[in-house]
Nanobody
Framework: QVQLVESGGGLVQAGGSLRLSCAASGSIFSIMGWYRQAPGKQRELVATITAGDRTNYADSVKGRFTISRDNVKNTVYLEMNSLKPEDTAVYYC???????????WGQGTQVTVSS
């Protein structure tokens, strides 16, 4: 059974920083990542990272966000800098396991950036 526990969301002023964490249990994971969903919009990819630390970012966050993972702790992080009001959304952790067709989601954590 895969369990994901997210933390680190909150309210921050534009230009500020936040760090999200997602602790995963139940397996060893291949791709881990973060997605976000703003009100009235579809969920979108923010960043992903493979077990070999290969990263992928949405164009809108490149240069401002950094994804990383600790394979010992089975935790994925999202360091968010230079935050903008348009970054306001619920952020969801996502993990995948080798050989498992299912994908797993965290409960979501709210990030609000005030102007």
């Amino acid at each position: 059974q895969v369990q994901l526990v997210e933390s680190g969301g909150g309210l921050v002023q534009a230009g500020g920083s936040l760090r999200l964490s997602c602790a995963a249990s139940g397996s060893i994971f291949s791709i881990m990542g973060w997605y976000r969903q703003a009100p009235g919009k579809q969920r979108e990819l923010v960043a992903t990272i493979t077990a070999g630390d290969r990263t992928n970012y949405a164009d809108s966050v490149k240069g401002r966000f950094t994804i990383s993972r600790d394979n010992v702790k089975n935790t994925v992080y999202l360091e968010m800098n230079s935050l903008k009001p348009e970054d306001t959304a619920v952020y969801y952790c996502n993990v995948n396991r080798w050989g498992d067709p299912m994908t797993y989601w965290g409960q979501g954590t709210q990030v609000t950036v005030s102007s």
